[in-house]
């Protein structure tokens, strides 16, 4: 079965640094995009950053270019997200989903999520 | 970029009522649009891809229409287990954006 279990959340004070990662099990990570999509308390859902199979192409939503950066480990099966200069609005719960038709596509499967607070 | 715009924002329903959400691009997507279903306090959930397309183990009930710039999730008959939040999702270029999402309640 597909599996995702993101980890890395917690408090940070902003302007500060997290970094977030999704262990993936269950299929050939090497073969298909991933996405991080984050969720805002009470909030609809906002695409965040997406990272083609090969890691060659990246893509970011305004909101976090220039500060976030997504990347992958194909040998560890894992999916990166570096998050810096962190604001009270990336307050969210993150969520690593897998983008089953290419890098811009939708996501068949989704973790459980990671919550990062941003708060003095 | 494309805007989505989903309507209504929340609707409630009686179980057995056949509901309908619209979701409407600013721009032609052609049929790059999912549906997913957010139930309260879990992970989201494809339903649709391909505007039409039901995504595996996704029940009958639920189906999807549209092309270009207007699109339609139907849930043919409400069920108690259909409560949570709707959301629609283009794909068709970057940023892959979501709709603002429609509430589903029980009457």
């Known amino acids: 079965d597909v599996l995702l279990v993101e980890s890395g959340g917690g408090l940070v004070k902003p302007g500060g640094s997290l970094r977030l990662s999704c262990a993936a099990s269950?299929?050939?990570?090497?073969?298909?995009?991933m996405s991080w999509v984050r969720q805002a308390p009470g909030k609809g859902l906002e695409w965040v950053s997406s990272?083609?199979?090969?890691?060659?192409?990246?893509y970011y939503a305004d909101s976090v270019k220039g500060r976030f950066t997504i990347s992958r480990d194909n040998a560890k099966n894992s999916l990166y997200l570096l998050m810096n200069s962190l604001r009270a609005e990336d307050t969210a719960v993150y969520y690593c989903?897998?983008?089953?038709?290419?890098?811009?596509?939708?996501?068949?499967?989704w973790g459980q999520g990671t919550l990062v607070t941003v708060s003095s | 970029d494309i805007q989505m715009t989903q309507s209504p924002s929340s609707l409630s329903a009686s179980v057995g009522d056949r509901v309908t959400i619209a979701c409407r691009a600013s721009q032609g997507i052609s049929n790059s649009l999912a549906w997913y279903q957010q139930k309260p306090g879990k992970v989201p959930q494809v339903l649709i891809y391909?505007?039409?397309t039901l995504q595996s183990g996704v029940p009958s009930r639920f189906s999807g229409s549209g092309s270009g710039t207007d699109f339609t999730l139907t849930i043919s008959s409400l069920q108690p287990e259909d409560v949570g939040t709707y959301y629609c999702q283009r794909y068709d270029t970057a940023p892959p954006d979501f709709g603002g999402g429609t509430k589903v309640e029980i009457k």
């Open positions: 269950g299929f050939t990570f090497s073969t298909l995009a």
């Open positions: 990272i083609s199979w090969s890691g060659d192409f990246k």
């Open positions: 989903a897998r983008s089953i038709r290419g890098v811009i596509s939708y996501d068949d499967y």
């Open positions: 391909a505007a039409s």
